[in-house]
Structure formats: C-alpha cells, structure tokens
C-alpha cells in the first residue's frame, strides 16, 4: 500500500535553525510553555521529526510553538513562517497574527506581487462592529509576555507614526510611504499589540493600530493594489471592534465603499457608506459629514439623485457645525466635500457642473497635499476634455505633471496612462502638442 506523503516543513527547519535548538530540546521547551498553560505535554525528537516532515500539531500545541519561537528570537513569528495552519475560531491574537503576515508580505517584493495580484471582491463579507466589540470582557490585562509591558508611550509613538507617514504620502506618494507603515506594523506595532497592558491602554492601543492599518490598505487602494487594501481594511475593522472604537470602524467603512465607488460598484459602495452610518450611532459633526458626503457620492452611482442631494445638504450642514481640526488620517474638510459634490454633478450628467466644483475643490485644498492634488487634477482635465475644452483640459494635465514628476504613485500612472490615450485624437491643437513631449519626457525619467 502506497503511504501517503507531506510536503516537509521547510519554516519551521529554518526557525529551528535560526533558533540555534535540536529538536530535542525544541520538544522539551514546548513542553514547558505548555506547562505554563496547564497541558501536560510529553513531546520528544521524533514528534518534531514528525512536524518538519509536514505533521500539523494540534492547535494548542501550534500556538505554543509559535510563542516560543517568539521568545528566543525575539520578534514575531507567524503561522505561515512557521509552516502551521492557523487555528480556526482565534480572536484577538489571529487578527494580530494575520496582521502580521499580511505586514511581512507586503515588505517582501517578491510576495508583494502574489498579494497584489489579488482580485477586488464586490460580495466580501464585512465583520460586524457587535460581533467584534467585546465591551464585557472581564479581563483587565491584556495577556501576553511577561517580560514585556506597554504603556501610553507606545500609544502615542504609534499615533505620531501614523501622522508622519500620512505626512510623507502627501510629499512622496504612496509607493515610498506604504512600505514604512508596512514595516512599523510588523516590526514594532505587532509586538506591542501581543505585549501586557492595562485594559484602557489596550484599547487605546488597539484603536491606534487600526487607524495607521485603515491608512496602510488607503495607500494600497491607491496603488491600485485593491484586494490588498481590502485585507487591511478587514484588519482595521477587527482591531477598532476590539478596541471598541466606532469612529475608526466607521471610518474605515467609508474608506471601503470609496474603494468600491472608485471601481465602479455603485450598489456596494452604497451599500457599505449606509453601514457605516448606521454603525455610528453617536458621531460628531465631522464624521457625519464624512458618511454623508460617501452616501451621496453611492446615491448618484445608483441613479438616486433626490437621495443624493438630500445626503449632500446633510453633509454641508454638519461640516458647518464641525470645528477647524484637521486630522491626518481619515480628515473631512470643504475640500472632500466639493469633491463629493463634484462626483454627484459627474453621476448625474452635470458635467459642467462638476467641472466649477472640482475647481473650487482644488482652489481651497492645501498646497501640501500633493498626492491629493495630482488626483484632483487628473480627474479635472478628463471632465475638461469630456465637454470639449481640449486647451483648458491641457492646462489642467500639465498641473497634473508638476506633480507626478515627483511623486511615486501608481494612481498616478494611471492618470498619466489616461492622459496620454485620450490626447492622440487632438495632435494638431498646439497646446497638446506641447503637453505630449512634456509628457514623453517625464514618462522617460520615469520609466
């Protein structure tokens, strides 16, 4: 009789290796991390052979293992690394786990292409902010190493992180800000978040991380990496639940049905922009106005226009009660809400209508937000040349290209890639003529 074969565990013989242990002393000092969680473990050497032929331990022991890796090389380690399927039914410590795995495959270049090449799911099943919320938990301290405490200062780093990389996205672009939020998640965010703390730190921290991941799958959205954006913005929604925070959860909501109005699924970008809503039940006027100005913009998409207008006159009205904070994560200010305005006016037909609004849009955004500005630019000029201004839409691109020059955006290219398109039909107009070699040349440094 043929026996049946496994596929070795090449990881978890490289985490040995690293590790510097026998698989004798492996087995010993799982048997002792179980002790701890009060299993009587009686592993020797040939049940690690046996896991580095391709046996999967039982879940408890898979968790040990885990851990102590973790302990002697002192950084996390996934499930994936270590060739074990995560255990099924996890909570906290999976999210943080898959968060982690997701981090690590988004600093590799050659894992990045695997994930990136993931396909947007319109039917994606969104984890309800109840079922994630856990406000009657009885456990004041998160569990953890003890060797390893967190405290406000660790929440306040990642705060001041996240707002820094949010800096450089405007100065640079996406393509250089996301693999720093990328490595900070796995480097040091991760670890935090499996450390001891007291439970109000935790939840701080918890909501903290959510929002530089809400910030991370934005960024991934913008490389038009979307699937990806979609994981992280999953992982987002789990730690504000856990961290009970609605405003994050709702925010990043928004961010998903932006995702999906972007890419053309009207019925689920509304869709999400009314659950987000709906799970605020107590919101301040900012973020009332950020969830309206999304529900109109998923309104027009579906030919709702009354709806639309109606969520518009909403959201102005609670911006007009808003104060004149300005947050670097998930902000909303007059100039979100004109380019709200202007996707209803494009959804609806008006599209000359649009064309003043986004105008006025770009005219009060702040000249820092660059990456911003290369959007609003690129989509201005399209609208331009839609209605038959070739020279102004010319004008518009060639503000689009101070931009792009400098920035490393694939939002950009894309622009770029519709700019160069859609100017073949008019060579003979001299203003076109001379924006196509502007263009030929940045596409060169670029390329």
Same mark, same amino acid.
């Given at each position: 009789?043929?026996?049946?074969?496994?596929?070795?565990?090449?990881?978890?013989?490289?985490?040995?290796?690293?590790?510097?242990?026998?698989?004798?002393?492996?087995?010993?000092?799982?048997?002792?991390?179980?002790?701890?969680?009060?299993?009587?473990?009686?592993?020797?050497?040939?049940?690690?052979?046996?896991?580095?032929?391709?046996?999967?331990?039982?879940?408890?022991?898979?968790?040990?293992?885990?851990?102590?890796?973790?302990?002697?090389?002192?950084?996390? !380690?996934?499930?994936?690394?270590?060739?074990?399927?995560?255990?099924?039914?996890?909570?906290?410590?999976?999210?943080?786990?898959?968060?982690?795995?997701?981090?690590?495959?988004?600093?590799?270049p050659?894992?990045?292409?695997?994930?990136?090449?993931?396909?947007?799911?319109?039917?994606?099943?969104?984890?309800?902010?109840?079922?994630?919320?856990?406000?009657?938990?009885?456990?004041?301290?998160?569990?953890?190493?003890?060797t390893?405490?967190?405290?406000?200062?660790?929440?306040?780093?990642?705060?001041?992180?996240?707002?820094r990389?949010?800096?450089?996205?405007?100065?640079?672009?996406a393509?250089?800000?996301?693999?720093?939020?990328?490595?900070?998640?796995?480097? =040091?965010?991760?670890?935090w978040?499996?450390?001891?703390?007291?439970?109000?730190?935790?939840?701080?921290?918890?909501?903290?991380?959510?929002?530089?991941?809400?910030?991370?799958g934005?960024?991934?959205?913008?490389?038009?990496?979307?699937?990806?954006?979609?994981?992280?913005?999953?992982?987002?929604?789990?730690?504000?639940?856990?961290?009970?925070?609605?405003?994050?959860?709702?925010?990043t909501?928004?961010?998903?049905?932006?995702?999906?109005?972007?890419?053309?699924?009207?019925?689920?970008?509304?869709?999400?922009?009314?659950?987000?809503?709906?799970?605020?039940?107590?919101?301040?006027?900012?973020?009332?106005?950020?969830?309206?100005?999304?529900?109109?913009?998923?309104?027009?998409?579906?030919?709702?226009?009354?709806?639309?207008?109606?969520?518009?006159?909403?959201?102005?009205?609670?911006?007009?009660?808003?104060?004149d904070?300005?947050?670097? !994560?998930?902000?909303?200010?007059r100039?979100?809400?004109?380019?709200?305005?202007?996707? !209803?006016?494009?959804?609806?037909?008006?599209?000359p209508?649009?064309?003043?609004?986004?105008?006025?849009?770009?005219?009060?955004?702040?000249?820092?937000?660059?990456?911003?500005?290369?959007?609003?630019?690129g989509?201005?000029?399209?609208?331009?040349?839609?209605?038959?201004?070739v020279?102004?839409?010319?004008?518009?691109?060639?503000?689009?290209l101070?931009?792009?020059? =400098?920035?490393?955006?694939?939002?950009?290219?894309?622009?770029?890639?519709?700019?160069?398109?859609?100017?073949?039909?008019?060579?003979?107009?001299?203003?076109?003529?001379?924006l196509?070699?502007?263009?030929?040349?940045?596409?060169?440094?670029?390329?």
């Amino acid at each position: 009789m043929a026996r049946h074969s496994r596929t070795p565990n090449v990881g978890l013989a490289t985490l040995l290796e690293q590790a510097g242990w026998s698989r004798s002393q492996l087995a010993l000092i799982v048997n002792r991390v179980g002790a701890e969680a009060g299993l009587n473990l009686k592993y020797g050497q040939p049940a690690v052979s046996q896991w580095i032929a391709g046996h999967q331990p039982r879940p408890q022991v898979r968790a040990l293992i885990i851990e102590v890796f973790e302990r002697k090389l002192g950084r996390p !380690v996934s499930y994936a690394e270590a060739g074990l399927t995560p255990p099924l039914g996890g909570e906290e410590a999976d999210t943080v786990r898959e968060l982690i795995d997701l981090g690590k495959a988004d600093m590799d270049p050659s894992r990045r292409r695997v994930i990136a090449a993931g396909v947007f799911s319109a039917a994606l099943a969104v984890p309800l902010f109840p079922a994630l919320a856990r406000a009657d938990s009885p456990d004041p301290i998160r569990p953890g190493k003890a060797t390893t405490r967190v405290g406000q200062g660790q929440v306040d780093a990642v705060r001041s992180m996240t707002d820094r990389i949010a800096d450089i996205l405007d100065e640079l672009g996406a393509g250089h800000a996301r693999p720093m939020a990328a490595a900070f998640l796995v480097n =040091t965010v991760g670890p935090w978040l499996k450390a001891e703390a007291a439970a109000p730190v935790r939840r701080s921290l918890l909501a903290a991380a959510s929002d530089l991941v809400y910030l991370t799958g934005w960024m991934a959205m913008y490389e038009r990496e979307h699937r990806l954006g979609q994981q992280y913005y999953v992982s987002a929604l789990k730690l504000a639940g856990e961290a009970e925070d609605h405003v994050t959860y709702c925010r990043t909501l928004r961010g998903m049905s932006l995702q999906a109005s972007n890419l053309g699924y009207g019925s689920r970008a509304l869709e999400l922009a009314d659950s987000a809503a709906e799970a605020a039940p107590v919101a301040g006027p900012r973020l009332v106005a950020f969830l309206r100005g999304q529900q109109a913009h998923g309104a027009a998409m579906v030919g709702d226009r009354r709806q639309a207008l109606a969520r518009l006159r909403e959201a102005e009205e609670a911006l007009a009660r808003a104060d004149d904070r300005r947050e670097s !994560v998930g902000g909303y200010d007059r100039t979100a809400y004109l380019f709200h305005v202007a996707h !209803v006016q494009a959804a609806t037909k008006d599209m000359p209508g649009s064309v003043k609004t986004l105008k006025e849009s770009i005219r009060v955004q702040p000249e820092n937000e660059r990456q911003g500005r290369l959007h609003a630019y690129g989509l201005l000029a399209q609208r331009q040349l839609s209605i038959g201004h070739v020279e102004a839409a010319s004008e518009s691109w060639a503000r689009f290209l101070d931009h792009y020059e =400098t920035l490393s955006s694939a939002r950009g290219d894309e622009h770029f890639e519709i700019m160069v398109a859609r100017l073949k039909p008019y060579g003979t107009v001299r203003a076109v003529r001379d924006l196509r070699e502007r263009a030929r040349l940045v596409g060169s440094q670029k390329g």
